[in-house]
Structures are given as C-alpha cells and as structure tokens.
C-alpha cells in the first residue's frame, strides 16, 4: 500500500487550494497514475479499515444494472443515500432524518421508485447503454477473442450525464489479456477516473475494481493480473486533511487475499461466493462525505 501513500502525500504536499463544486474546498493535482499487481495481494487499505462489506453490495448493484438505492438499503449500504435525501429535502422542505429516509425507502415501493432513484447511473450504463450490454458483450469477447484491444466499458454518456444524481467520477475501464510462460493466461484492468476524492472514495475503487478483475477472471478463465488506476482531478478535501495525516503515520500490514466461488454466470454472484482471507488493518477514520 506504499504506492497509494505516497499518492496521497504528495497531494498532501504539492496540491493546489482549488474551490469545488460542494463548496468543501480541496488540495488537488491533475494527473496520476497507481498500479496494483493482483498476484500479491488484494488492495485493501490496511492503514485503515475499509468496509469490504458495502464494496461488495454497490459492485454486484452495478453488475445487476441497479440504479435505485432501495437494494443497498436493504442491506444497511448507505453509501448512495446522500444524493437522493438531498434531492428529497430540497423538494418537499421536510427536515427527515437519513434513518427515517432509508426506513420509508425500505417500507414504501413507491416513495422508493420516486426518491430512491438515481438516474442512469453506472449500473444503467454497463448493462443497457443505448441498449447495449455492455458487460455481457465485455465477457464474450474476453473469452473469444482475448487480444481484442476494444475491451472496454463507458459510464460517460453525454446525453444522460444531466440526469443523473452524479456524474460518473470513475467513468471507463478496460482489460487486457496477457500470456504467461508456465501459467494461465492473466486478466488486467486500467480504469479511468475524472475526479477522485483520495481518502474515501480512492480505496472504494481500488478494491472494487480489484473484485471486478476477480470477478471477470473467474468468469473466462484467466488468473487476475494488473490493476491501474489513472486519475485526472485527484484532490483531498479540506476536512480529511487530518485524518490523511494520520493515516501516513501509520505502517501498512501485510495485504489480504481473495477467493472467489465460481457463479453461473458473471450477474449471479452473491456476497457468499466472495471470500476476503487475513485482512489485518488499522482502526477506521471517519470523515464526512462532500455532496
């Protein structure tokens, strides 16, 4: 995790004050680039506890097209709650707390259809882009025609950014075949990031990109590979800035590893088929999230 840290320090120290969109204020620089070898670890910080748990529940939300909270709730996953409680708070001008929003989103199917809705976020763009499947068309394709370099998937669509609850900050991936000597074939992934919220929601990606090359690679037969991440607006906001001094303070323990159960098809994975093995971590570091 030494790669991550020393990203993070040198936003730390080399990033400009830059005003933001939620009014925060942010330390950021533009451009960087991080890559994770799979065959050593699975990136899960170790310098703080990272919830493994709502990583698993947003990445199969995505896989299965879900654009609506209503799932993640149900699983106590609050982390898409912030955007439609605002949105419901602005509308109505009623002071409901985000307990009172989530249980009304849980009991009532229809306040849910009306303000537990998302838009045509990520999950809507894998799998129903324009009416392409994207993920299923990702699958075929690794396995038939693996050095194909057209491998890659889009959450960026111009015509719908507007009507999403948030424009996709991580908004494309690509894979990658490579042979071998004396081994299976590996799966790598790069993917790209237009705004990164460094202390929170970097180590989300990381470790949710990581189970989707898992994921992908149990599906076609590969062993994961590589893992790159290349940011443009890589920023820490103002309010984390301690709790990032903190974190470089402390010393990384060694990474955890990962199994999967093989599932029928990649859209059929539950969280009982994924297995995190010897996570070792520091306590957590809460910090407020910038809507």
């Given at each position: 995790?030494?790669?991550?840290?020393?990203?993070?320090?040198?936003?730390?120290?080399?990033?400009?004050?830059?005003?933001?969109?939620?009014?925060?204020?942010?330390?950021?620089?533009?451009?960087?680039?991080?890559?994770?070898?799979?065959?050593?670890?699975?990136?899960?910080?170790?310098?703080?506890?990272?919830?493994?748990?709502?990583?698993?529940?947003?990445?199969?939300?995505?896989?299965?097209?879900?654009?609506?909270?209503?799932?993640?709730?149900?699983?106590?996953?609050?982390?898409?709650?912030?955007?439609?409680?605002?949105?419901?708070?602005?509308?109505?001008?009623?002071?409901?707390?985000?307990?009172?929003?989530?249980?009304?989103i849980c009991?009532?199917?229809?306040?849910?259809?009306?303000?537990?809705?998302?838009?045509?976020?990520?999950?809507?763009?894998?799998?129903?882009?324009?009416?392409?499947?994207?993920?299923?068309?990702?699958?075929?394709?690794?396995?038939?025609?693996?050095?194909?370099?057209?491998?890659?998937?889009?959450?960026?669509?111009?015509?719908?950014?507007?009507?999403?609850?948030?424009?996709?900050?991580?908004?494309?991936?690509?894979?990658?075949?490579?042979?071998?000597?004396?081994?299976?074939?590996?799966?790598?992934?790069?993917?790209?990031?237009?705004?990164?919220?460094?202390?929170?929601?970097?180590?989300?990606?990381?470790?949710?990109?990581?189970?989707?090359?898992?994921?992908?690679?149990?599906?076609?037969?590969?062993?994961?590979?590589?893992?790159?991440f290349s940011?443009?607006?890589?920023?820490?906001?103002?309010?984390?800035?301690?709790?990032?001094?903190?974190?470089?303070?402390?010393?990384?323990?060694?990474?955890?590893?990962?199994?999967?159960?093989?599932?029928?098809?990649?859209?059929?994975?539950?969280?009982?088929?994924?297995?995190l093995h010897?996570?070792?971590?520091?306590?957590?570091?809460?910090?407020?999230?910038?809507?």
């Amino acid at each position: 995790m030494q790669t991550y840290l020393s990203y993070l320090s040198r936003i730390l120290h080399e990033g400009t004050r830059t005003p933001d969109r939620t009014g925060t204020g942010t330390l950021s620089v533009f451009g960087a680039h991080l890559s994770f070898d799979l065959q050593q670890g699975f990136p899960l910080l170790t310098t703080k506890r990272v919830w493994m748990r709502g990583i698993v529940a947003e990445l199969l939300w995505f896989l299965d097209g879900g654009t609506n909270i209503c799932p993640l709730v149900e699983q106590g996953v609050s982390i898409w709650t912030d955007w439609p409680l605002r949105r419901y708070r602005e509308a109505t001008g009623e002071a409901i707390s985000q307990d009172d929003f989530e249980q009304r989103i849980c009991d009532d199917a229809d306040f849910a259809a009306e303000w537990g809705e998302l838009g045509p976020v990520y999950g809507k763009q894998w799998r129903n882009f324009d009416g392409v499947d994207q993920l299923a068309r990702l699958v075929e394709g690794l396995r038939f025609n693996p050095h194909s370099r057209r491998h890659l998937v889009s959450a960026w669509h111009p015509a719908q950014v507007d009507a999403m609850a948030l424009p996709p900050c991580h908004y494309a991936f690509q894979c990658h075949v490579e042979s071998v000597p004396d081994g299976p074939d590996r799966l790598s992934l790069m993917w790209q990031q237009r705004s990164v919220d460094s202390f929170l929601g970097l180590p989300f990606n990381m470790a949710s990109y990581a189970l989707l090359t898992h994921l992908l690679a149990d599906q076609t037969g590969y062993a994961p590979g590589m893992l790159h991440f290349s940011g443009g607006n890589c920023h820490i906001y103002e309010n984390h800035r301690e709790q990032v001094r903190t974190q470089l303070q402390r010393t990384p323990y060694a990474l955890p590893t990962l199994t999967v159960d093989t599932a029928p098809s990649l859209f059929d994975y539950t969280p009982e088929h994924i297995h995190l093995h010897d996570y070792t971590h520091h306590p957590a570091l809460p910090a407020p999230i910038a809507v």
